[in-house]
């Protein structure tokens, strides 16, 4: 069973090394993960963490879904969907009005476009390069480009009516 909670310290190290093989070496760090709201995704039966979504409100007061991973064990279960659903769900229970994502796309393709549809968000606009002098200066690899992204972001929202 799959039971989507809060971040406990026995998933740091799980969520790391997931990190490291879904989104980069080093593109998150414990920094990041207190830095951030974390959502895990626990296989109950074997006390596993199997995915994660991390989401804060920036310094100028935007609210971000920064990143979503889950075990390629575990693809195609709705566990990506879920945990965008749980960090939507703090980000407006703290105030949201609107959510950006920064996300991924590489060979013309956003990976996680659909998980994010599915919960209302769309793309809004392209920035080539986004990662580029972030992944530089906190010397993380990009699982596509190495070190040095060239990935191009399309940054996606979504906007709450209420
Ligand atoms: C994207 C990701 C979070 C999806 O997690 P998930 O638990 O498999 O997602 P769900 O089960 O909720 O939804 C699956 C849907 O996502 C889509 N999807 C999943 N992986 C995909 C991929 N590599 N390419 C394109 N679409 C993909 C499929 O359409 C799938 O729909 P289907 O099951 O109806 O066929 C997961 O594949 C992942 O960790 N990918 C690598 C890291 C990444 O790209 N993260 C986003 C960075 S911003």
Redesign the pocket.
């Known amino acids: 069973m799959i039971k989507i909670r809060d971040l406990q310290s026995v998933d740091i190290n799980e969520i790391l090394a997931l990190a490291d093989v ?2 980069g070496e080093k593109y998150i760090t414990v920094d990041d993960l207190s830095a951030c709201n974390v959502i895990v995704a626990e296989d109950a039966d074997w006390q596993k963490c199997v ?1 994660f979504c991390l989401s804060y409100i920036g310094q100028n007061g935007d609210a971000y879904v920064r ?4 075990s390629n064990d ?9 945990l965008i659903a749980k960090s939507v769900e703090y980000l407006k229970g703290i105030g949201a009005k609107k959510i950006m ?1 920064p ?2 796309k590489h060979d013309g ?1 956003v ?5 994010f549809r ?1 919960n209302g968000f769309l793309p809004v606009r392209e920035i080539p390069d986004y990662w580029y002098a972030d992944s530089l200066e906190k010397g993380y690899s990009c699982p596509v480009c190495g070190k040095g992204c060239h990935c191009t972001c399309v940054m996606y929202e979504l906007a709450m009516d209420n």
């Open positions: 879904q989104l995915g990143t979503v991973a889950v575990y693809s195609g279960q709705g566990i990506g969907t879920a994502s996300l991924w393709i990976n996680s476009d659909v998980v599915r």
